[in-house]
């Protein structure tokens, strides 16, 4: 894409603010239609395992299920701790059968390959790309294990597409998809483990985690018993056997009632803007006002090298204007000042990612605050530049 003219200097300062000023990539904006009336039915002070409590967490597990077209034969399961406790659940209990290959193009990613090769200790393989690109997932062996993240959340990269996975293959694949669901296309046939959670696209609470199994990733639980010892927040077999009831919404421990109704609110705010469909479309417009905003503006780009890798959700800007000395001040000066103004909260680029702005791009996101905080990306630009 051939860059066009810079915006007109000196910009003064646009009047118009976002009405929703949270571009946060997590905990993300709530629905727009979301108020604290949505958490009055919550059966609080209630039993998670009363009739009323069950029937709430098998709600959310089905309305996941729908919203997402997850297979009927896949389990789902809300377990304890968030997205990283979902997916180190799954490492610690599926891993070590035969080798792995640990793939990260970003920080969170770049966890995992932590804990399997420092942590776990078993026959690993690392495949790594820097901030901005990402790994060739066609050059994997998927008669291996894989590990990697669907939406890199610190770079904003993305994997393009499952194609590459085969359908036939002997080995797992485990997948971070936490910025990813809900907003990109995930191909269930091509993933084993799909972890989320609910406080991302959703706009939902922390601390419960999504963990998606395929029938293969259960088949493996049933015939495998890792070397090491699994703490009961891991454990999701009992005598060899999958323990069904977890993922029927007899959880492990203790949900919050609170926050599994408050889920409830955002599945049901999904099905109002049209399912996965109205949820992926309202991301893709939120990401391509930046991605046109960038393309006429020679001093801000993608940090993703390659357009069909960029995120619509967790959108990830490097200024690339020569005078800018101190990148890492320079951003987080800009940052601080649309703070300042009210105008866009918690949008500096995540602490180990190169410097640079990240917006959250996500369904909760409306366009109309995305289009009015880019004029103010000019203008704090345009102040900042003149003290470079
Ligand atoms: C890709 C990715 N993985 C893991 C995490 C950690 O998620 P949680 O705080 O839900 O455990 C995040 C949080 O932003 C993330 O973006």
Redesign the pocket.
């Known amino acids: 894409m051939v860059k066009t003219i810079p915006a007109a200097r000196p910009v003064t300062k646009p009047v118009a603010v976002p009405a929703n000023p949270r571009f946060s990539?997590?905990p993300c904006a709530k629905p727009p239609t979301w108020t604290s009336d949505a958490l009055a039915d919550a059966p609080l002070g209630r039993s998670h395992r009363a009739a009323i409590g069950k029937e709430k967490l098998r709600a959310a597990i089905e309305g996941t299920r729908e919203i997402l077209g997850i297979p009927a034969d896949y389990r789902i399961g809300i377990v304890p701790?968030?997205?990283?406790?979902a997916?180190e659940m799954a490492m610690w209990s599926l891993l070590g059968e035969r080798p792995v290959q640990m793939v990260a193009w970003e920080s969170?990613g770049a966890g995992w390959v932590t804990d399997v090769v420092k942590q776990l200790k078993i026959d690993a393989s690392t495949h790594v790309a820097d901030y901005g690109r990402i790994v060739d997932m066609a050059a994997l062996d998927y008669d291996q294990d894989a590990c990697f993240?669907w939406?890199?959340?610190?770079s904003g990269v993305r994997v393009p597409s499952g194609d590459v996975i085969p359908a036939d293959r002997e080995g797992l694949t485990l997948c971070?998809a936490?910025?990813a669901a809900f907003a990109q296309d995930l191909p269930w046939d091509k993933l084993d483990v799909t972890t989320f959670?609910w406080?991302k696209v959703m706009g939902g609470e922390?601390a419960h985690?999504m963990l998606v199994l395929s029938p293969r990733a259960v088949e493996r639980l049933e015939s495998y018993t890792p070397a090491w010892p699994l703490p009961k927040i891991f454990r999701m077999t009992k005598g060899g056997k999958l323990i069904e009831g977890i993922f029927e919404g007899a959880t492990i421990n203790t949900p919050s009632m609170l926050c599994v109704e408050d889920y409830l609110f955002a599945l049901n705010w999904a099905r109002e803007v049209g399912g996965l469909e109205g949820l992926r479309a309202r991301a893709d417009a939120n990401a391509r006002a930046i991605w046109d905003f960038c393309d006429s503006r020679d001093w801000i780009a993608n940090l993703a090298e390659d357009p069909a890798t960029r995120s619509n959700t967790s959108v990830c800007l490097k200024f690339t204007d020569e005078r800018i000395t101190d990148g890492a001040a320079f951003a987080k000066a800009v940052a601080k000042r649309l703070e300042a103004e009210g105008v866009a909260l918690d949008i500096g680029a995540y602490r180990d990612a190169p410097a640079g702005l990240r917006i959250w791009c996500g369904a909760t996101v409306e366009t109309a605050d995305i289009e009015a905080l880019l004029p103010w990306i000019d203008w704090a630009y345009e102040a900042e530049i003149s003290n470079a």
């Open positions: 990539s997590g701790a968030s997205d990283t406790g997916f969170f993240t939406n890199g959340t610190t971070d936490t910025s959670s406080q922390a985690g």
